[in-house]
Structures are given as structure tokens and as C-alpha cells.
């Protein structure tokens, strides 16, 4: 129902553009409203490289079981990749994979490479279960996926773990959450819940303070990458900022259209390669408006994530990139780690050297060169991800090869 791309927020391609003009929109979106705590440029553009081939050991390549869950908010369909031996007397731990911002499918497709995919494929290898899921209303799944906020992700978590705990092919105790950019946030809420929702979590690029500063940052970033001007990047941010306050104090749509069309106006005067024609302002601003009212930004900007790190009360490891736009660890490593200090349990936490938010090795690092890399999530991140995993939920060794096939 719900399959079109996902362009930071905003979904414009006003038929009145030209080719050049559809590349400053898509731009435009990137740096508007950023929504994306889940790459804010469009989702597999036209020119994106096909995926590659997961590094995981062909020999544990298997078809996962296709499963249909009842969530809160519909039925979320998914795959559950259960390794080799699963159905032994030890039954095996498993983790629930936690999408970021924005509709996506139960493996993270960006750009061609399935992020997700790897890291299932390595945990089974490893003897560790997994479930992805299509987001509501998104893939196979059912429900309204634009009226649901970040809270709604959570509970559709929750459904999953349940989901699993009853269903007699993993250990009930050990089922752990892996969650990116905000899958990261929602890790963060399940693994800080009173009593934590989940046994260990892996958090990826994980929010550390409020969805407001979060995109402020985001946006400042990513104009600077742009080799904007200090002066333009300075009011550009302001005028962000103004937008995102209109937002939380619930003004009324012609307030929210003037902030929208202020902010449009700035980010475009930092770029003069942007065409900025009446078309572009005004297709960008009617689709800001929208999507600023919408239930999901009212909840994301004001949510802040310190007082569930403070409670972690799981084994967490943290991982963040060092060359991340998006959810920066110049902004948020300091805080994590301040607030985790005083948590029960400790988590580990690492910044991966040269990686962008898509933990991808990155060159420029810029959002326009996540379709540019032909490789998906660094071998390395995977390997440190599943590793941890293993260890943590008291795997003795690696599972035995599975048996060749295809996987989804």
C-alpha cells in the first residue's frame, strides 16, 4: 500500500521539474527536514548500484521461514532465520532487528545494500536466531505507517520479542534487539524500560539527546558539507530551528507554512548550484508542512532518549561512526556516555573509524555518496556486531555450517 520512496521526509517529484531540478529537490529534502535519522536523501535513487553479495559465508546462506506477526498496529510480516541445529535440546538466542526512520523494509534496503541482511546471515553462522520485520504498513506488512510515531515502532518491537518468546524455537531469556539510527533510539527505550523489554541490544548510530538537536546538528552538517558559507549555514539553522518550534508548540498551518517556506527559502540560498524555482519552493514547503504536522515529527523532536540510558539495565554495545552526518558522535557520544555512566549495567561504546551513518567506508562521507559506494555496511562492523552478540548471550562457539540455499 505504502511502497514509495522515502526522501528524508518529504516524497516530491513534481512532474513541472526537470532532471537537474529533481537532483536540487531530492538535495533539498536532505537538508530541510533531515528526517531521517535513516539517510535523508531519496532511497534507492535510478542511478543506484546493484547490492552486493553479502560477505556472510555462502555456506550458512539458508531460506529464513516467513512469518506473520499480530502487532498493535496491524500484522507485520517478516523472516525468522533460525541457524543450523536450532532444533535441538539448547535452544538457541535471537535477536529482533529494528529498523531507522522513514518506511522500510525488514532489512534495511538503502540504496541497493541490504543492511540488515549481513548481520542475520554472521549471527546465524555464529548459532543466534533472528527476526526482521517489514515496518507497519510498509512490504507485507499491514497498518497506517504515516500515523505512527516512534512510540508505535517500540510497541511493534515489543510484539516481536512476545511474538518470539512463545513460539518455542529460541531460549525465551535471551532475546536481544539490534536497532540503527533511530531503531537505535527505540533499542534504547527497550533496553532502559523498568523491567527491560529485551536481554542485550545493540544500538547503531543511536540518538543520544532530543530529536530536535538531532536534526539541528543534521542539518548544520550537512550544509557544511556542502561547502556552504558560515553566515548562511548560521541562518539557515536558525530558520531550521524556528520550523522545528513551530512544530512542537503546535501552531496553526499557516504558521507552520511560513516557517516551512522561511526554512526552504534559507537552506536554498546555501547552495547556489539549487535552482531555486517557484516549483521547487513551493512543491518543498506544501510537502513540509505536511509532513511537520504529521503525528510522528510532534513525538521524535520532543522525545529524549537520557533517562532510558541512565536505566540500561542490560548489556548494550553502542557503535557509532566516526564520519556520521546524521547522527553525529561529536553531539552524541558525549552525552551517551555521560547518561550511561550513572546506568545499572555499563555499555560498551566505540566510535568505527572512516565509516558514514550507514557504517559504510566512505571517502567524502557526504549523504549524496551513500549511492555512490558500492559496498554496504562494513565487514568489519559486522563481524564486531556478531561477535558481541555471541559472546554476550553465551554462545560457546560458532553454529555448525547450514545447509546451502537461498535466503530472502
Known sequence: MRRRAWHGGLRIAPPQVDAAQRYAVRMLKAILIAFAVSPAVAQQPSDTPPAEKSDAPAAIVREGTEVMIDGPGGKLAGTLLLPKGAQGATKPPAVVFITGSGPQDRDETLFGHRMFEPIALALAADGIASLRCDDRGIGASTGDFAAATTNDFAADTRAQIEWLRTQGQVDPARIGVIGHSEGGLIGTLLAGAEPPACAFAVLLAPPAVSGREILSQQSKDILISMQADAACVAFATEMHGLMMDTAIEGKSEAEMREAVAACVSAQLAC?????????????????????????????????????????????????FGERDLQVSPRQNLGPFETAAARAPVRPVIEV?????????????????????????????????????????????????????????
Open 271 to 319: 547552495n547556489k548550484n539549487f535552482p531555486a524555482t517557484e516549483a521547487i519552493i513551493a512543491a518543498a514547503t506544501d510537502q513540509g508542512v505536511k509532513q511537520m504536522r504529521s503525528p510522528w515529527v510532534r513525538v521524535f523532536l520532543t522525545l529524549d532518549p537520557q533517562p532510558s540510558i541512565a536505566r540500561l539495565g542490560v548489556p548494550v554495545l553502542v557503535l
Open 352 to 408: 568505527v573509524p572512516g565509516v558514514n551513518h550507514l557504517f559504510q567506508r566512505c571517502a567524502l562521507c557526504t549523504l549524496d555518496e551513500y549511492a555512490r559506494i558500492k559496498s554496504g555496511m562494513s565487514p568489519d562492523v559486522v563481524k564486531k556486531i556478531s561477535t558481541w552478540v555471541a559472546k554476550t548471550a553465551g554462545v560457546a562457539s560458532a553454529a555448525p555450517p547450514a545447509e546451502p540455499a537461498s535466503s530472502r
